[in-house]
């Protein structure tokens, strides 16, 4: 009798009542266990791999256990999902589609156990869609029906809840003013209009020492204000009295703390110098890492350029090499300006856009989970920012984060300020240590090679930035060799070769490409391979492909696992 290994999936949308000893999730998993125990004379044995997800909203595919447990499927290990209703399992038609595809490549299936599904049916798969689509319906009426409470509390002027701006305390559902605090609100916009610069106002307050609201319910200093703090503090219509739904403003049941003249002057001001960045005047220099690059003897290396036919082509030069000649300095550097800052915004991006990379390099500060939160948002905002079509903005961000950049012959390192990157963000640390003010290192591998009369910086293990159509077409090809084999067509890989036109030995690789990890497939039809994978390079690896997925990542030059399937 086949062996059909089952594994059990749990949901609750809330987190009410999780901390009972015998909860939703354990009432679901019972009646769930029970049914297996019912079908083990066909084979059913229940794995004691527990895949819950408490608190956590059926709309989204973005939940910790479900994904664990789709790999699991990919892997094999998985025959069939076992849940007690199927809205436990989505109650998005277009992520049901998305599971039931993973579910065919693996010849796997789901059961409901309230509901007797069968997803290896044509029927099967119809009740479903149906039952999915009411489900889908329920969730969008009730979220409408939320949203529209929302709209109307908020044009009559009630505070719908949210971060209590500087300067009010909630109170039943109204801002009440805090005099003390309003006085900080009011000097922070009078600074702006004198001084003009949000840069300015920043140095300004924390030379004086003039720090926001102190945390409620922890032991943790008040924090000092930020630019991104205080661009929504200057840009937020609650302190004109006002409250915001989406686009709409209404007017608010509390009282105004900014006077309408103050106001408008410095929504004009802030206007203006967004234009005034957008369009990069007033930088000093095209040179965006000026006056932050070293080359590998410690040695600056200063911004130049030279005009050849017309052109501009600018180099960030080992300053002794100005004052000496080559002979006299062999080690002496010259990199080609666009190159090295195409790679180090490059890397600043994925770095920004890594939930991982931004969460490791905050966690010796100790934030808080909203804290971790927003700065995840606010990182993604800048890493949209980095981008060499925006240079004056893009200088900005790399000055105030980026301590310095070591330039070797086959490395580039970055050195970025921790107690920076955190202020950046808006991240308070719980406690001023060291560690906080300790520096983040990210390396990239790039050889400085000779081409032509001139040199470039050639990646090493970098990640490529756009799909590989031909790449793809290998990924694709050898999917649909493993199929051709499994089915009834061809009896063996000696047949299909010859059916092909292909030798056994490239048939054979191409089968051994079809159990690549998904993470690895994913990152190849997304584009983001690392620059060397090619063609070429996929079928050689091919020859000796591991079977462990850590170890295919290895090979074919992959950091990690992606975190998404």
Known sequence: MKRINCAIYTRKSSDDGLEQEFNSLDAQREACEAYVKSQKHEGWVCLPDMFDDGGLSGGTMERPALKRLLIEIQAGRVHTIIVYKVDRLTRSLADFAKIVDILDVASASFVSVTQQFNTTTSMGRLTLNMLLSFA???????????????????????????????????VDKKLVIVENEAATVRMVFARYLDLGSVSLLRSELDAKGVVGRKPQGADRPSPRF?????????????????????????????????????????????????????????????SLLAGLVIDADGDRMTATHANKSGCRYRYYVSSRLITEKRSASPTAMRVPAGDLETLVLSRLRQFLTSSEEIGSALAVLLPDAMQIEAA??????????????????????VRNIVERIEVSETQTTLMMKRDALASELGVIPLKVSTEAASTITLRIEATLRRAGRGKRLVLGNAIADQRNDALINLVARALATRERLLSDEVESVQQMSEGSGRSREQTTRLIRLSYLAPDIVRAIFDGHQPVGLT?????????????????QRKLLGFRHASPDL
Request: contains cysteine; proline residues 4%; positive net charge.
């Open 136 to 170: 889908q319906f329920e969730r969008e009426i009730a979220g409408e029906r939320i949203r529209d409470k929302i709209r109307a509390s908020k044009a009559k002027g009630m505070w719908m809840g949210g971060t209590v701006p500087l300067g009010y305390a909630a």
């Open 226 to 286: 930020g630019r991104g703090a205080l661009y929504t503090l200057l840009s937020n219509p609650v302190y004109r009295g006002k409250v915001r739904h989406g686009d709409e403003l209404y007017d608010g049941r509390h009282d105004a703390i900014i006077g309408q003249d103050i106001w408008d002057r410095t929504q004009a001001l802030l206007a203006e110098n967004r234009q005034v960045v957008k369009r990069g005047d007033g930088a000093k220099s095209p």
């Open 376 to 397: 995840m948002a606010r990182a993604s905002e800048i890493a949209d920012n980095c981008v060499q079509d925006r240079p004056a903005i893009a200088a900005q961000i």
């Open 535 to 551: 063609v070429k390079a996929l079928m050689v690896a091919a020859k000796d492909l591991p079977t462990r997925w850590d170890a």
